[in-house]
């Protein structure tokens, strides 16, 4: 706990961050740019920035042709039967943070329509990653946008952030037909404004609330030597450049330990 408050506070008290030197982390994590990139942060994690939010979108954009981040909700029903709040994709708040609600705001973003765990997208793949989100049985599974990055090959940029924000493990679960991957016997009555402005019902299985070993499982990737480590201010980027390879890597050991993944699971992680 105070290891963890140390760094903190130095992370607090170092020199801001410039633009220079944020660009210059960015173009060294990605190699210059990418066709789709992935974004889960937390700007605290790497300190403090002298740039405004918008200007560090800015230069996030400037490494992705399309740029994509996560405006998770978690809009579920408060009593397991009934149905959830109403999702409005345009106007429901991301819960994942300061630099997700700032790029789901601004002109030109697509958000997937999702209750629980929605994508905001801007670029050439915008539509093709986030249409009939709202169509699904589950948030993250087949056919989702979640999926539709991996398909894509797209980079994951983990921005201050270790490896238990990385969503895309769901996916990998889900793929390799975890029995672990969602809660046994829960149906969420989601809710949610379509296109057509209306409000309309639906019925999503639920990612396992079971606690998972997902930082240690980043640990791995990056020793298997699919995660770029680069320094920024106080803190790091971790940097995937291709998460079907990693998706790979996950499915080829779920399938032999289904809950590879899980806290408890006795399974060296390797």
């Known amino acids: 706990m105070f290891a963890n408050l140390k760094k903190s ?34 700007l605290s994690g790497c300190g403090q920035f002298s740039a405004g939010v918008a200007d560090i979108v800015a230069a996030l954009r400037e490494n992705a042709g399309t740029l ?39 002109p030109r973003v697509v958000r997937s329509i999702n209750a629980t765990h929605s994508l905001a997208a801007s670029g050439p793949l915008e539509k093709a990653l986030t249409q009939d989100h709202e169509l699904l049985d589950a948030p ?10 991996v398909q894509y090959k797209a980079a994951v940029l983990m921005f201050g952030v270790n490896f238990r924000a990385y969503t895309p493990f769901h996916t990998a679960e889900d793929v390799a037909g975890s029995p ?63 998460s079907a390879k990693v998706q790979d890597f996950l499915v080829e050991r779920l399938r032999k330990v289904p809950n590879f993944l899980y806290h408890d699971c006795t399974a060296p992680l390797q």
């Not at 410039?18 to 992935?38: F, I, K």
């Not at 809009?75 to 700032?102: C, H, I, R, W």
């Not at 969420?188 to 998972?212: A, C, I, K, M």
Request: proline share 7%.
């Open 68 to 106: 994509c981040l996560p405006t998770h909700t978690y809009s579920y029903p408060e009593v397991f039967g009934q149905p959830g709040p109403v999702f409005d994709p345009a106007k429901t708040p991301s819960k994942n943070g300061v630099l997700t609600e700032t790029f789901r705001l601004q």
């Open 180 to 242: 672990y991957a969602y809660e046994l016997g829960t149906i969420d009555r989601l809710r949610y404004v379509g296109r057509d402005g209306q409000v309309h019902e639906r019925r999503s299985r639920r990612q396992s609330w079971t606690p998972r070993r997902f930082a240690e499982a980043g640990d791995l990737l990056e020793r298997s030597g699919l995660v770029k480590r680069v320094a920024l201010g106080g803190g790091h980027l971790l940097f995937v450049r291709d």
């Open 9 to 42: 506070m130095a992370r607090m008290t170092a020199p801001k961050i410039g633009p220079d030197e944020l660009r210059r982390a960015l173009s060294e994590a990605t190699g210059g740019g990418v066709d789709a990139m992935l974004v889960h942060s937390a």
């Open 140 to 149: 993250c599974g087949k056919d989702s946008p979640w999926e539709k990055l």
